[in-house]
C-alpha cells in the first residue's frame, strides 16, 4: 500500500536554483494538494487539484508552479529558488467526500542557502 | 486573522490526566473539521473527525459549537505516547481547501 509517495525526502538548492518536488498517489484520488509548514505557523496551502487538467492557487501560491498531466502525479516546481522557500513541504491528496480525511506523503525538508 | 487558531502549549501533563484543547475558526461557513495527529515534523495523521452531535474514539472526545465557532479535543487517561503536536483543521463550503491550526504540543510525562 504505497498511498501518497514524496520524493525528494532532503534538498539542499542554492539561491536561484530551480527544482520538482515529486508527489504520486494510487488511490486514485481526485483531490491533490501541496503544503508548506513553517516553524509556528502551521500548514499552508500552495496549490490544489481537483482532478487532471485543474489546478488552482492557495494560500501562499508565489514562486511555485504545478500542473497535473494525470489522476497520479501532482509535482511542484520551484523556478528560482529563494531563502524563504526553505520549509517542510507536504503533499496531500483525498478522495470526493463531504468528511474524507487528507493522506499525506512523508514530506520533503528543502533548504535553500 | 488566521482562518484557524489555537493554544501552541505546550501542555505538560502527568500519565492519566484528562486535558483538552481548543481551536477557533473565523469563516462561519466551513463545513468539515478535524484534528490531526503529528509527531516530530513527520507527516499530519487524522486522529479524528468533528461531528456537529460531537463524537468519541476511545479515550478522545470531539466536539463542535457552530454558534461559537470552535472545535475541541478532550483526551482522557493520557498516556505518554499521545505526546505530540495536534493540529485543527478545517474545510471550507466546496471542500477544495483545508486550513490548519499552527498546533498544539502536548507532553505527556512519566
Known amino acids: 500500500n504505497a498511498g501518497v509517495t514524496q520524493t525528494p525526502k532532503f534538498q539542499v538548492l542554492k539561491t536561484g536554483q530551480s527544482m520538482t518536488l515529486q508527489c504520486a498517489q494510487d488511490?486514485?484520488?481526485?483531490?491533490m494538494s501541496w503544503y508548506r509548514q513553517d516553524p509556528g505557523m502551521g500548514l499552508r496551502l500552495i496549490h490544489y487539484?481537483?482532478?487532471?487538467?485543474?489546478?488552482d492557487q492557495g494560500e501562499v501560491p508565489n514562486g511555485y508552479n504545478v500542473s497535473r498531466s494525470t489522476t497520479e502525479d501532482f509535482p511542484l516546481r520551484l523556478l528560482s529558488a529563494a531563502p524563504s522557500q526553505t520549509s517542510v513541504y507536504f503533499c496531500?491528496?483525498?478522495?470526493?467526500?463531504?468528511?474524507?480525511?487528507?493522506?499525506f506523503g512523508s514530506g520533503t525538508q528543502l533548504s535553500v542557502l | 486573522r488566521k482562518e484557524v487558531e489555537q493554544d501552541p502549549g505546550p501542555f505538560n501533563v502527568p500519565e492519566g490526566a484528562t486535558v483538552a484543547f481548543n481551536c477557533t475558526y473565523s469563516?462561519?461557513?466551513?463545513?468539515?473539521f478535524f484534528w490531526y495527529r503529528q509527531d516530530c515534523r513527520k507527516e499530519p495523521k487524522l486522529l479524528m473527525s468533528?461531528?456537529?452531535s460531537g463524537n468519541e474514539d476511545g479515550r478522545f472526545t470531539a466536539q463542535l459549537n457552530r454558534a461559537s465557532q470552535y472545535i475541541s479535543l478532550l483526551i482522557r487517561d493520557s498516556k505518554l505516547s499521545d505526546s505530540a503536536t495536534y493540529l485543527c483543521?478545517?474545510?471550507?463550503?466546496?471542500?477544495?481547501?483545508?486550513?490548519f491550526g499552527s498546533g498544539t504540543k502536548l507532553n505527556v510525562k512519566p
Open positions: 469563516n462561519s461557513a466551513s463545513q468539515s
Open positions: 488511490m486514485n484520488h481526485e483531490y
Open positions: 487539484s481537483v482532478g487532471a487538467g485543474i489546478t
Open positions: 468533528v461531528y456537529s
Open positions: 496531500a491528496s483525498r478522495p470526493q467526500g463531504l468528511n474524507e480525511k487528507l493522506f
Open positions: 483543521v478545517v474545510g471550507r463550503a466546496n471542500f477544495n481547501k483545508f486550513y
